[in-house]
C-alpha cells in the first residue's frame, strides 16, 4: 500500500518525499532524490535550512508561470547560494514577451476554465457523469501542458537527471503541473502506474490546507474565490486517464519523451539520478 512520505515544514502544506517508489523491474527510487511540493513562497529560515542541509536540495524546478513569478516572487531558496533555480513555465501563451506586464495579466488557466464553461461541462464531481467530465477534462488540461511546452517539460527532466543533490519540484499547489512532470520522471525510470496514481492523488489529502495558502495570495485569491474543495481535488481516475491516453498514442511516457528528442542515454541518466546509489 502506498503511503506518502509528507514533509511537515513551515510554509508548505503539500511536500513530500517520492522515495520508496518501486519500479516494474523491482528497483526502488532513493530517498532525498526527488522532492514535490506546493508553493515555496512561505518557507521559513528554519525550513529552508532543513532542505538545503539537511534533504540536500540543490535544485528547484519551478513550474508556475511568468504571472505568479511576477505577483509571488521567487521565495527564500532563490537566495541560498549552490541551489540552482530552473524556471519552466507549462503554458505557451505565458511568455516574458508580453505587452502587459506579468503582474498584471490574468493567470493563463482561467481562458481554459471559461472555454470549459461556456462549452456547458461541469468540473464538480459527483454523479458518474460529472465525474468522467471532471476527470476527463484534467487529463485532458495535463496533456495539454506536453503539446504546448514540450520543451519547458523535457527541461525540467532534465534538470532532475542533472542535479547532484535532492531536486524540488512544485508549482503553486504542487498537484497538476507538478504532478504531470513528478509522473512523467517515475513513469520514464519504470516506477508501476499504480504507484504513480496513487503518488498523485495523494494530493487530496491536503487540498483544503492548499486552497487556505493561496487564497490569500495576490495571484491566486480572485481565481479561488468560488472555488470548492471537491472540484480541486486530485483522483486516481484523472491521472490513470493520462497514462492511458500515452500508453495508447505513444507507447508510454519514454515514447512520447522520444518525440522531442529524449535518449536511451538520458533515460539512463534520469535512472542512475533516481534509482542509483
Same mark, same amino acid.
Given at each position: 500500500?502506498?503511503?506518502?512520505?509528507?514533509?511537515?515544514?513551515?510554509?508548505?502544506?503539500?511536500?513530500?518525499?517520492?522515495?520508496?517508489?518501486?519500479?516494474?523491474?523491482?528497483?526502488?527510487?532513493?530517498?532525498?532524490?526527488?522532492?514535490?511540493?506546493?508553493?515555496?513562497?512561505?518557507?521559513?529560515?528554519?525550513?529552508?535550512?532543513?532542505?538545503?542541509?539537511?534533504?540536500?536540495?540543490?535544485?528547484?524546478?519551478?513550474?508556475?508561470?511568468?504571472?505568479?513569478?511576477?505577483?509571488?516572487?521567487?521565495?527564500?531558496?532563490?537566495?541560498?547560494?549552490?541551489?540552482?533555480?530552473?524556471h519552466h513555465?507549462?503554458?505557451?501563451?505565458?511568455?516574458?514577451?508580453?505587452?502587459?506586464?506579468?503582474?498584471?495579466?490574468a493567470l493563463?488557466?482561467?481562458?481554459?476554465?471559461?472555454?470549459?464553461?461556456?462549452?456547458?461541462?461541469?468540473?464538480?464531481?459527483?454523479?458518474?457523469?460529472?465525474?468522467?467530465?471532471?476527470?476527463?477534462?484534467?487529463?485532458?488540461?495535463?496533456?495539454?501542458?506536453?503539446?504546448?511546452?514540450?520543451?519547458?517539460?523535457?527541461?525540467?527532466?532534465?534538470?532532475? #537527471?542533472?542535479? *547532484?543533490?535532492?531536486? $524540488?519540484?512544485?508549482?503553486? &499547489?504542487?498537484?497538476? !503541473?507538478?504532478? +504531470? /512532470?513528478?509522473?512523467?520522471?517515475?513513469?520514464?525510470?519504470?516506477?508501476?502506474d499504480e504507484?504513480?496514481?496513487?503518488?498523485?492523488?495523494?494530493?487530496?489529502?491536503?487540498?483544503? #490546507?492548499?486552497? *487556505?495558502?493561496?487564497? $490569500?495570495?495576490?495571484?491566486? &485569491?480572485?481565481?479561488? !474565490?468560488?472555488? +470548492? /474543495?471537491?472540484?480541486?481535488?486530485?483522483?486516481?481516475?484523472?491521472?490513470?486517464?493520462?497514462?492511458?491516453?500515452?500508453?495508447?498514442?505513444?507507447?508510454?511516457?519514454?515514447?512520447?519523451?522520444?518525440?522531442?528528442?529524449?535518449?536511451?542515454?538520458?533515460?539512463?541518466?534520469?535512472?542512475?539520478?533516481?534509482?542509483?546509489?
Open positions: 500500500m502506498y503511503r506518502p512520505n509528507w514533509i511537515e515544514l513551515d510554509g508548505v502544506v503539500n511536500m513530500r518525499d517520492l522515495g520508496g517508489m518501486v519500479t516494474a523491474d523491482g528497483d526502488t527510487v532513493r530517498p532525498r532524490r526527488l522532492l514535490r511540493s506546493d508553493n515555496l513562497q512561505d518557507l521559513t529560515p528554519e525550513a529552508v535550512e532543513v532542505l538545503v542541509s539537511r534533504l540536500g536540495v540543490r535544485d528547484v524546478v519551478d513550474l508556475r508561470t511568468h504571472v505568479e513569478v511576477a505577483k509571488e516572487g521567487d521565495g527564500p531558496l532563490r537566495a541560498v547560494a549552490g541551489v540552482r533555480h530552473h513555465t507549462l503554458y505557451r501563451e505565458d511568455s516574458v514577451e508580453s505587452g502587459i506586464p506579468a503582474a498584471e495579466r493563463p488557466w482561467e481562458t481554459d476554465e471559461r472555454r470549459h464553461a461556456a462549452a456547458g461541462e461541469t468540473r464538480s464531481p459527483g454523479e458518474p457523469e460529472q465525474r468522467r467530465s471532471h476527470d476527463e477534462f484534467w487529463s485532458e488540461h495535463y496533456l495539454s501542458y506536453l503539446a504546448s511546452r514540450p520543451d519547458s517539460v523535457v527541461a525540467a527532466l532534465h534538470a532532475i #537527471a542533472s542535479s *547532484d543533490g535532492a531536486v $524540488v519540484v512544485h508549482c503553486a &499547489a504542487g498537484k497538476d !503541473r507538478t504532478g +504531470t /512532470v513528478v509522473g512523467l520522471a517515475l513513469k520514464a525510470v519504470g516506477v508501476r504507484l504513480v496514481i496513487a503518488d498523485y492523488a495523494a494530493s487530496a489529502e491536503r487540498v483544503a #490546507a492548499i486552497m *487556505d495558502r493561496l487564497r $490569500v495570495k495576490p495571484a491566486y &485569491a480572485a481565481n479561488l !474565490r468560488d472555488k +470548492t /474543495v471537491a472540484q480541486q481535488s486530485p483522483t486516481t481516475d484523472t491521472m490513470r486517464l493520462l497514462l492511458t491516453t500515452l500508453d495508447e498514442r505513444y507507447g508510454g511516457a519514454l515514447g512520447w519523451l522520444g518525440t522531442q528528442g529524449w535518449t536511451r542515454a538520458d533515460t539512463d541518466r534520469l535512472r542512475r539520478k533516481l534509482l542509483g546509489d
